[in-house]
């Protein structure tokens, strides 16, 4: 018995000794796993045994670059819908919420079918490598594999045992690039190493691997239905586990990146293979290329056992999960999960012992052609009736079987037929059937309200960098340990680096037997051994491992990128290959790896130098390499700017002492500001109670008889009430917001975890286009806007509509334009991101600034929209965000824009903003005029309550107390000349007060709730009313037309005459704009308020518009 003989005995026992202990544990329990160990299961599905028993042609190649598809497909296009494999037991589980019962049994019929056909395919591979070795008969070789597999599978349902994922990983991290490079030598000694003829041989090899029985278009139509996501059982079984969609997404880009990377080199090896095998099977090699290497043959079996055992136990667990939760009562006798797995054992044995290798392929295939394209569509957002999905299943699976049945040499191609009669007919009884009317489900909205820890303050984390009395307890391990990356992407990096650098190297050098055999043992086993460890890690990281880890890491950096590097440039004969590798080791050195490991791999580099110059002479063979570049000019630069960048990077610490500083002062900056604003915000409410208390007193002292008195007593302690109350609520948020950072990925997991989705379609879509990753909010407030909103959509549509929507959920980046009132219209811009969640299909047009005032608005709402909407409008403006809510008959819309950086408003507006009540309004003559001719106006309209007028100008003169318009003249002069026109064309009294108030609460902080109890809520309305006219114009100026209908059914007249006499004014008072401002202006008159103004008929302001607008557009045309 020879060595590889041992080698895969001994492997067989002792992973069958830890596999049976691991069963008395066995459970199909789905519990949270970290993303390298879903990555790991993801890949162990992907490459099973067949990857190295059976042929590497065309057919093998164009399956595993489509699964790679597929999982960026599923980690990309349909991450928003990812959310619903969270709290499920299985693939039919989903189906079954989605369509039913019936449905939900179909699939796990497919999907155990499918589960045992691929164990039975393994059985398979592992039974041909077990005849490879021993002379036994194929029917025992079989039953050797079934029960050497069904014993040690282990006990999770996700991560097979750890010496499975130590041999994975080294099948492709050691084994098969050993395997590679023997091949290649043996290629380059064949042709002499002439390097035309290498060429040649590589391109005949790829010619004979891509011509094979197949044409160009049956491989395109073969690698587009391979790319679609399948969702096999064993397939699900990562999502179902992971705690959020990110983590799903996540997982399949990093499976995605895996794959990516295996596939290139399983091509590369299947060239080498038929070229020197003929055949691009690997078990066609001679044994001659086995025998190089002590163990190489030993490794090929252990390599086939791991992958075959990997797959197998992850198919095998999927079947017993869908036996135990979605077939109850197949088995019913059965209460123990692990007779269920034997069972599934079983049965993937006699179909591997009495079946052919067409129908278990059927069976594979049924699954993808009966079950994915439906649960595909469902994903997709398109709601399908329980019928069709049956009818489209019962399709798919007859064609499949006929194909098969009567079809030469089906394979592959018997999956588009039937993809496409499933597709077919779901589409014809679609048409007949009608959409789905899923029954409406009632949510509870239950998000856990944990208490955020506070961090501790950045004064109380001082002395952890002053504390240098701590170098007497240092501890090496600890100091080693602290070194090590905190990102696992940064060991994936190091690996391939090393791979590329190290192994990769190696094709570049021409025959020379005496430095290959040393250089072999020197740098390749070695980069193949390190990189193959790094990955283990990663995949199966144990706490043992990482104090292994933390002196493997500085070693490696210090053997490969100065050792290494430096002997290789020199050996080279410094050829420009290696010497960019030597630069790029430098590089990579000064921003990896520490200061004192760089220190000290510069020493050992210089003493290596030295040995090899002084040893070295004149008749010395040296590595020749075939590709050589004169780029002398680039390396000097290249490493001028790495020493630069180097001393910059490490020469930190003198920035670190300042940024902590900086911090520090910043931070106390921010708790200044923040206490300032809020004392000018409670100053100012302050004074706007008072001064609402003043004037309502006012009132009552008006009012002569007693019983007029009592009533306006109640109205007025019913008002007070209300306004105390939203005054009180909006302080208490905005006094008491702790805010800190949070990822935009993290923020929607914690949204969607907190979401108890009973259905697809209550998943919604998310549509994320924003550059800002981060955000800094009070993290528990935003989740909880978000989640009230997205119940809110689900609510109301099941109030509202009869056909089931989708929900969207827009994330954009716009800005937040802050009007600094009393400083003359000056607006601070500030970054914010808009969220809009909706059930219309018309997304709200994006504006480039969304203007509020710095004091964060206060309104009392209809006692209706109060338990819906005042918690999100106290969040967002406790945030200084902007908030619009819209509904129709069936559809909602909840738009939020929120400032990247709270705390960057706070500080701003503590410079700038001073209190309404600190100055005095100083009138000039022409000011006294205007007004005086005014109160005559007023007084000359007959059933004007005159005194209700004067208070409204004495409120506007309070509060534009200090502001100027364009133009020079008194701000509170433009709404009195709005009041002025509307004097001309109404006698409603509200429509007139309203053009008094029209901007106060946009221009100064007067709230929305102090102008409600001041004059009443129909005045208020008029106001919100005529400011949204503007604000929701369409984008494209066709639409205009369109958009008046719209306004004239549902918006109040009053609020269209108050808005056009704004214009109005606007337009007498042009002049003080800007020449670009003023034709911006004019056009929009022309195109919107003129239009608007004839359709309801007022002649001389529409007389008055057109003269104003053409003024314009004349004189700039004329200056063109």
Request: proline letters at 3%.
């Amino acid at each position: 018995m020879g060595l590889d003989s041992i080698i895969f005995i001994l492997f067989l026992l002792i992973h069958l000794f830890v596999g049976i202990r691991a069963i008395k544990h066995s459970t199909i329990q789905h519990t949270h796993c970290a993303t390298p160990h879903i990555i790991a299961a993801i890949l162990a599905i992907t490459y099973g045994g067949e990857v190295l028993c059976s042929p590497l042609d065309m057919d093998c190649l164009l399956r595993l670059a489509g699964s790679m598809i597929s999982y960026f497909i599923i980690g990309n296009l349909l991450a928003h819908r990812l959310h619903l494999f969270l709290n499920n037991r299985s693939v039919a589980e989903i189906m079954g919420r989605c369509y039913g019962n019936a449905i939900r049994k179909i699939v796990a019929i497919c999907g155990l079918l499918h589960s045992a056909s691929v164990v039975a395919i393994q059985f398979k591979m592992l039974s041909m490598a077990i005849c490879w070795f021993f002379a036994i008969q194929p029917h025992y070789s079989l039953l050797m594999a079934a029960l050497f597999v069904m014993f040690s599978v282990g006990s999770t349902i996700i991560q097979p045992l750890v010496l499975v994922r130590v041999v994975r990983c080294a099948s492709f991290g050691i084994f098969l690039p050993i395997v590679a490079w023997t091949l290649w030598k043996c290629m380059v000694n064949q042709y002499n190493v002439d390097q035309a003829n290498l060429a040649l041989a590589i391109k005949d090899s790829w010619n004979s691997l891509i011509h094979g029985r197949l044409g160009l278009l049956d491989y395109i139509i073969y690698f587009i239905v391979c790319s679609i996501p399948a969702f096999y059982p064993a397939q699900v079984v990562p999502m179902l586990i992971s705690a959020n969609a990110t983590q799903i997404k996540r997982s399949f880009n990093g499976a995605g990146f895996f794959a990516l990377s295996i596939n290139l080199f399983l091509l590369w090896v299947a060239v080498l293979v038929q070229n020197n095998a003929g055949k691009s099977v690997l078990s066609a090699i001679p044994l001659t290329i086995f025998d190089t290497h002590l163990g190489l043959k030993g490794m090929l079996m252990i390599s086939v056992a791991a992958l075959t055992i990997s797959t197998a136990g992850a198919n095998l667990h999927a079947a017993t999960g869908l036996i135990t939760d979605d077939l109850p009562d197949l088995f019913k006798w059965v209460k123990k999960p692990i007779i269920h797995l034997a069972i599934v054992g079983v049965m993937a044995m006699f179909l591997a012992r009495y079946t052919t290798y067409q129908m278990i392929w059927m069976t594979i295939f049924l699954f993808k052609a009966v079950v994915s394209l439906p649960l595909l569509c469902s994903l997709m957002g398109v709601s399908l009736h329980a019928c069709t999905v049956l009818v489209g299943m019962l399709a798919g699976g007859v064609t499949t079987i006929l194909w098969f049945c009567f079809a030469p040499n089906p394979g592959l191609n018997s999956l588009l037929p039937a993809i496409g009669m499933n597709l077919l007919s779901i589409i014809v009884i679609q048409f007949f059937k009608g959409k789905r009317t899923p029954d409406q489900h009632h949510l509870t909205n239950s998000l856990p309200q944990d208490p955020f820890p506070k961090p501790p303050l950045l004064w109380k984390q001082w002395p952890k960098y002053i504390t240098f009395h701590r170098m007497k307890q240092f501890n090496f391990f600890d100091y080693l340990q602290k070194q090590l990356p905190k990102d696992n992407l940064s060991y994936i990096l190091f690996s391939f680096y090393i791979l590329l650098t190290g192994y990769g190297s190696f094709y570049t050098f021409s025959g020379n037997p005496i430095w290959h055999a040393i250089l072999e043992v020197l740098i390749l086993f070695p980069s193949l051994l390190v990189a193959t460890f790094f990955l283990v890690y990663i995949f199966s990281a144990q706490s043992y491992v990482r104090k292994i880890v933390s002196i493997m890491w500085p070693l490696s950096h210090i053997y490969f990128l100065f050792l290494v590097g430096t002997g290789m440039t020199i050996l080279s004969k410094f050829a420009h290959l290696h010497n960019i590798i030597f630069i790029l080791n430098l590089f990579l050195s000064l921003f990896i790896t520490p200061l004192s490991v760089i220190l000290f791999g510069s020493i050992l580099s210089i003493i290596v130098v030295s040995i090899l110059l002084h040893y070295m002479d004149s008749n010395i063979t040296l590595i020749d390499c075939f590709l050589d570049l004169n780029i002398n000019i680039a390396c000097v630069i290249f490493m001028l700017f790495i020493l630069v960048g180097g001393f910059l990077y490490h020469n930190n610490s003198l920035g670190k002492l300042l940024s902590i500083i900086q911090v520090l002062t910043s931070e106390k900056e921010e708790q200044n500001a923040r206490q300032f604003f809020n004392k000018q915000q409670v100053e100012a409410l302050a004074y706007e109670s008072s001064y609402i208390i003043c004037q309502l007193n006012n009132w009552l002292t008006r009012l002569e008889e007693s019983d007029q008195r009592l009533l306006a007593y109640s109205a007025q302690a019913t008002r007070l009430n209300k306004y105390f109350n939203s005054v009180f609520q909006h302080l208490k948020h905005n006094l008491h917001l702790v805010t800190n950072w949070i990822s935009m990925d993290q923020l929607l997991a914690e949204c969607f975890d907190a979401i108890k989705i009973s259905n697809i379609y209550d998943t919604p879509y998310v549509v994320i286009n924003t550059k800002h990753l981060y955000m800094q909010c009070a993290i528990e407030s935003i989740k909880n806007l978000i989640i009230s909103s997205l119940y809110s959509c689900s609510a109301y549509q099941s109030l509202h509509s009869h056909q089931k929507k989708d929900i969207y959920m827009y994330i954009d980046d716009t800005q937040l334009g802050y009007r600094l009132t009393l400083l003359q219209g000056k607006l601070q811009k500030i970054n914010a991101i808009r969220f809009v969640i909706t059930t219309a299909i018309r997304l709200p047009m994006i504006r480039p600034t969304y203007k509020v005032a710095e004091m964060a608005d206060i309104q009392i709402l209809a006692d209706s929209e109060e338990k819906i909407d005042l918690g999100n409008q106290h969040i967002v403006h406790a945030h200084y965000g902007y908030y619009e809510r819209h509904a129709s008959e069936s559809e909602i819309t909840h738009l939020y824009v929120i400032p990247v950086n709270v705390k960057e408003i706070t500080k701003a507006f503590a410079a700038l903003s001073p209190v309404v009540h600190t100055q005095k309004m100083a009138l000039d003559p022409i000011s006294i005029k205007e007004e005086a001719a005014f109160l005559e106006q007023v007084k000359k309209k007959a059933g004007l309550d005159v005194a209700l007028v004067m208070d409204a100008l004495q409120l506007i003169k309070v509060y534009y107390t200090t502001q100027r318009r364009k133009t020079g003249e008194l701000f509170y002069l433009h709404p009195m000349a709005v009041a002025s026109i509307l004097l001309t064309i109404t006698q409603d009294a509200n429509v007139i007060i309203a053009g008094l108030v029209h901007d106060v609460v946009q221009n100064t902080p007067l709230t929305e709730a102090g102008l409600t109890t001041l004059f009443g809520a129909a005045i208020t309305q008029i106001v919100s009313a005529s400011a949204c006219l503007e604000k929701e114009l369409p984008g494209q100026t066709d639409d205009y037309t369109a958009y008046i209908q719209a306004i004239m059914g549902d918006t109040n007249h009053d609020a269209i005459l108050v808005r056009l006499a704004d214009v109005l004014h606007n337009a007498r008072t042009i002049s003080g704009h800007t020449i670009e401002k003023q034709i911006e202006k004019a056009r929009l008159i022309q195109k919107f308020y003129l239009p608007l103004a004839m359709h309801i008929q007022l002649v001389d302001i529409t007389h008055e518009l057109q003269l104003h607008s053409e003024k314009v557009l004349n004189i700039a045309m004329g200056k063109e």
